[in-house]
């Protein structure tokens, strides 16, 4: 049985973009809701280590300098963490063993690979952290205000909505960025054993030659996302190995049998 131990690093001009149609990424939900049903346990311990993460957001939300901060942490934490639920949908496919501890052998097996990859969401996480806290230090004044002051006083008054808007632009820009070098990262390193640089190459390649459909995509997990943050996180629990699941579906019809096909050759 081929697993991604026994393949060759791809290079990332073999890649061949499929362009899917739009109607394509609620498919890959519906796959990541089957994987979803046949490993219930270790796909909800993911949701579950997700869900406390987003609480410790959530505890921080009314300040302003921790929500910057717990954002650039989940902007990290986020895309790494689907690294278990891509394998086990791997695993599943290939006919190996899925429970939580054996989804781990993808951390083991690509570590090196997944760290580069975390740094580089790391340089991102850092650089909306120091933008967000310089434009609420320009909003603010020189001291942003402590926890009870920002709780019980009226903090968040004193930023307009032109400052809102800049806020939620600068963020967003971030988010798609984080997007684009993420789209199918995680599976190609460890389904194809690729390093960090080659999958983010192969990201971009993807986001940028089927954009319509990656829009539609990005749209989904935000739509998803919100909704798991909307229910206090309770709806997070599925949401996030849902859309874990779904990135290994995404992946695999975007590039998984044809990069392997074109380099086996």
Known sequence: ????????????????????PLSRPFAWLLLGWDDLRHNPSASIAYGVLVAAFGALL????RHP?????????FLLVGPLLTTGLCELSRRRAAGEQTDFDSSLSALGRNREALLHFATN?????????????????????GVAPDVQATVWGGAFDQITMAQWIAYAVVGGVLAAIVFARSVVSIPLIIDRN????????A?????????????????LIVLLVGIGFGTFLVGMILVFPLLGHATWHAYDELVGAKFASSNDR
Do not use: E, K
């Open 203 to 219: 990201s971009h390649r993807v986001t940028l030659q089927d954009l319509p459909t990656m829009l539609v995509w990005a749209a």
């Open 194 to 201: 690729a390093d960090a640089l080659t999958a983010v190459q």
């Open 121 to 141: 969401l790391l340089i991102i996480s850092a650089a909306w952290f120091g933008m967000s806290s310089l434009m609420i230090h320009l909003a603010l004044g």
């Open 58 to 61: 959530l505890g921080f939300w």
């Open 1 to 20: 049985m081929n697993t991604a131990t026994h393949v060759d690093r791809p290079s990332v001009n073999a890649l061949t973009v499929r362009c899917l």
């Open 65 to 73: 300098y921790l929500i910057a901060a717990s954002i650039s942490g």
